[in-house]
DNA sequence: GATGATAAATGAACGCGTTCATTTATATTA
DNA sequence: TAATATAAATGAACGCGTTCATTTATCATC
């Protein structure tokens, strides 16, 4: 019963992930979902309030499991090694979720801010559990660094102007992460 | 021709307040303003291009009118005279307004931020036209405080804070507002 | 297995913002 | 005034998010 429930809720994100990898954000919607997930539409409020819980659920959902995933692989030694090896991971992963984040971006600020905070919980809980097995670091600095809400917009700044430039997107996208894996909290606050 | 145009439009503005004073903001609808003003739905769409942009216009056009007449009343003297019958002004005039921001700001974070950026627009374009005549006050000090993009995220703080603890909506309206007034520069800026 | 209770699924229907082919009004020219 | 061109008005139709009375499936108790 438990895993049921959760197992349909991941089977609409999936089908939310898909055509939102072929056709953007705004290729969602409810009566999509529903179809190609098999079910009626009113089911598919029965595991999400909204589509805005549909959307926020999808970012979140993204990012714990590549997050998960890089954890895995980057664990073992000290941070700043772990470091290399996640914009490394990072590189190698994230080029569609790069290029996601890049269209909603655009598209509408609003939403790319959502998705950015959302990143930000993310990243966030993964570098503080890191930063606190890291002598060489404080972690207090780091983690009163990444909860200011300044943080969420200072990436997306950055984004946004790196993007006004037409570098190419996933490369600034890695770029720009790079920065802010290896800011400091001087950085940050300016 | 030019008038006519202009006329219609201000028409659709004043049918769209007549609606929101009676039911908030929510009770505005294409449809509805269409009918309550003797037209097709999609005539709308000629004097506006979206429904956004009737709220935007909705909140521009009361706090441009209501400060032209504000401006009328207050003038002569000095700055610091003129911001009590300012006061006085407001708290005899706007309670409408401070009803209806109110319940927006209630309702829906987004749009009461955006309602509360149109107002500090007209707000700080009188106040700086004050200022620049009152050698006892540095206008720049002043410009400068009220171009901070914190300024509409302070305001909101406050009324939102202060809703919270149930006063008299339009009475606490009113208190914001002349705090904001009397603000100087070390107070925005903390 | 039969019976009742509870949870899940359903999809027609609603209200909404928006569009656009068509009609009507207004201006311009002959 | 008639003929034409241009602007304005129209409202049915679309796609969307969301709801809810109804049906179907699942579980608990005997």
């Known amino acids: 019963m438990r895993t049921k429930k959760e197992g349909r809720r991941q089977a609409l994100l999936d089908c939310a992930r898909r055509i939102e990898c072929s056709e953007g954000v705004d290729g969602i919607n409810i009566r999509r979902l529903a179809t190609e997930a098999g079910i009626a539409v009113g089911t598919v409020y029965n595991y999400f309030e909204s589509k805005q819980e549909v959307l926020f659920a999808l970012t979140e959902d993204f990012w714990s499991g590549a997050l998960e995933e890089m954890q895995d692989r980057v664990s073992g030694g000290r941070f700043s090694d772990q470091a290399g090896r996640m914009i490394s991971f990072l590189r190698a992963t994230m080029h569609d979720c790069a290029e996601i984040l890049m269209r909603s971006l655009h598209e509408d600020a609003a939403e790319g801010r959502a998705r950015m905070t959302s990143m930000q919980r993310a990243l966030k809980g993964i570098l503080i559990k890191r930063l606190e097995q890291d002598e060489t670091i ?3 600095v780091w983690s009163e660094a ?4 300044a943080f969420a917009e200072f990436v997306l700044a950055n984004m ?7 570098d190419d997107d996933a490369g600034v996208f890695l770029e720009v992460l790079q920065r802010i894996l290896y800011l400091d909290k001087r950085e940050l606050i300016d």
């Open 146 to 149: 990444f909860t200011r809400e």
């Open 160 to 166: 946004l102007s790196l993007l006004r430039q037409k």
């Open 138 to 140: 404080r972690p207090d």
